[in-house]
């Protein structure tokens, strides 16, 4: 078990913990939860800029209006995101989940072994896109798109051409 918090208490780190409330906090900006399981909540954390989960059972998220970057992996227990629409500084996100929804200011998102996403939303300002180990037969088209990586997705039927595309993989 470790925990870390930053000297300033903007940054907080927990692993392998058998703790179920998190700090109240008030100035976190950026949390990492690993192996947390018996965690069920997360406050809602005013200014909150980068979330990272992985293996912890809470059921939804609450809505973090300054979220920039997102993490969730091994949260099956998730059954609620919060409003795409109340998320639009999110820049980056990682979900290993069933569904997807629009980000309106999405511009990275890596998909890796989700295998119940069975289609993409044509995010309007997505310009990275990472493909790993999915089940979609389709890619929208995506005019912002400068960067595509796709691997092991045998399903995929077609790709659209992108103009501004400069990597490809």
Known sequence: MSTFISN?????????SNTNILPNITTLEEIELKNC???????????????????????????????????????????????????????????????LKTFYSLE??????????????SFTKLKKLYLEGVRINNIPYIETMDSLKIIACLYLN?????????NYI
């Open 108 to 121: 990275k998102l890596k998909i890796s072994h989700c295998y119940k996403i069975e289609e993409i939303p």
């Open 8 to 16: 300033d208490k903007k940054i907080l780190r927990i692993n392998n």
């Open 37 to 99: 399981h018996n965690i069920k909540i997360i406050p809602k954390y005013k200014n909150l800029i980068k979330l990272k989960l992985s293996s912890v059972n809470i059921h939804a998220l609450p809505e973090f209006t300054w979220l920039e970057e997102a993490s969730i992996s091994n949260c099956n227990n998730i059954k609620e995101i919060p409003k795409y629409n109340n998320l639009k500084k999110l820049k980056l996100l990682y979900l290993n989940i069933t569904q």
């Open 158 to 166: 077609a790709i659209p051409y992108y103009p501004k595309l400069k």
